[in-house]
C-alpha cells in the first residue's frame, strides 16, 4: 500500500527533488527561539514598562512574571516545536535573586540558570542579547548615543558584560552565540544634528569591541531600524550606518525584516550581504503596517526568506532568530504558530528544484521559467510538513494540549 506520503514523495519527484534529504536538512537547521514572547518583554532587572519605541499590546492572560513560569512555558511552548532549537536570550532576564546589580556590571553567574535550564530541554545553543532600553539610564531615549558621557559609559560597560556572558555560553553549549546589538537611540522631530550622535555611537562600538573575546565563539551583530514609536523622524543605528560599521569591523549585520520602508525586502538584502559577509543575522518577524511584530506566518515574504538562505547553499551562514510578541492571544501557541511557520518556509525552500530554475534563468528561459514556478506552488506540501512533524514525534494540533496547560497553569496566575 502506497500511504498518502509516499504519493507525494512520488510527485516531487518527478521534479527531480529529493525530499529524503530535504528532512533530514530541514531537522538540522537551527532556528533561535526568542525568550521575550512569553512575557511581552518585560524582563526580570525590574523595568515596570517598555520602553525605546517598542510595544506590546494585548492583555491575555497568564502572562509569565517570573523565572520559574517563563522556564515553564519554553518547556510546554518549545516542546511543540520541530527541528533544532536555540534560546534567544536578552540581558534584562537576568536571574539576580535579589542582589543590587545593575546592568553594567552583570557576570555570567547571573545566567547560570539559564544554561542549566538550556542543557536540561536540550537546546543547541543560547544567543544573546544587551538589552538598551526599559531602563532609567536611557537618557532622552538615547543611550551608546547619549551626548552624557555617563550614560555611553554605562552602556558600553552594559555591552561588554555581554560578551563576556556570550563567551560562558558558548563554552557553556559547546555552540558560538550570537551578540545582537540593537539601541532605540533616535528622536521623535527633525534633529538639528544627524552626525554627531552617529559618530558618538560609532566610538562607542569602537570601545565594546576592544572587549578581548573569542571570535570563534561570541558572533557580534549589529541590527539597524527605520524608525520606532516616539523617535519616527531619525534613528542613530540606521541600516547605512550598520552596514558600513559591521563592514569596516568585520562582525556582522543582523537584518530585522521589520526594519526596513515597506517595499524594502529582507529576502532581497540577504544574498546582497553574502555576497560580503561569512555570517548574515536574521530576526524574523512579522510587520503590520509598521514594526508591529506580530506572530511570524507562513506568507510570501517569509517563504522568499527561506528561499534565499536554502538556494545560496547558506543554512551555516543565516542565522535565524525569530523576534515577534504578541500579547493579545495565548502567548505559547504564539511561539509555536511562529517557529513552526519558520520551520515550514525552510521546508518548503528545501523542496524547490533550484538547480533547474536557476539555470532557466542563466539560460535566459523565462517562459519555462515562470510556468516552473507556477507549478511547484500546488505539489502536496502539506503531506512532506506532516511526515517531518511525524518524525520528529509531533502531530498537526498542538492547540488542544496548550489549551489544556492554558486552563491549569495560565489561568491560576493572578
Ligand atoms: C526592536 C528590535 C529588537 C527587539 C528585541 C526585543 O525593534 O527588533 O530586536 O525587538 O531585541
Ligand atoms: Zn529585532
Redesign the pocket.
Known sequence: MTTVFEAAKYRYGKYGIDVEGALERLAKIPVSV?C?QGDD?VGFDGADSLS???QTTGNYPGRARNFQELKADIKEAFSYMPGTKRLNL?ASYAILNGETVDRDAYEARHFAPWVAFAKEIGLQGIDF?P?L?SHPMLKDGLSLSSPDESVRAFWIAHCKACLKIAEYFADEMGTPCLV?I?I?DGFKDVPADRLGPRLRLKASLDEILKTEYNREKVIVAV?S?VF?IGVESYTVGSNEFYQNYAAKNDICC?L?N??YHPLEYVSDKIPALLAFYDKVAL?V?RGVRW?S?HVVLFEDELKEIAREIVRNDATDKVMIGL?Y?DASINRLSAWVTGQRAMQKALLYALLMPDAQMKRMQDEGDFTALMVLGEEVKTLPFGEIWKEYLHRQGLSEQYLPAILKYEKTILEARK
Open positions: 526568542h521575550w518583554v525605546g519605541g517598542i536578552h542579547n538589552t532600553f545582537n540593537w532605540p541590527e531600524k520606532g543582523l530585522d521589520g526594519h530576526h518577524t514594526d511584530d523576534d510578541f
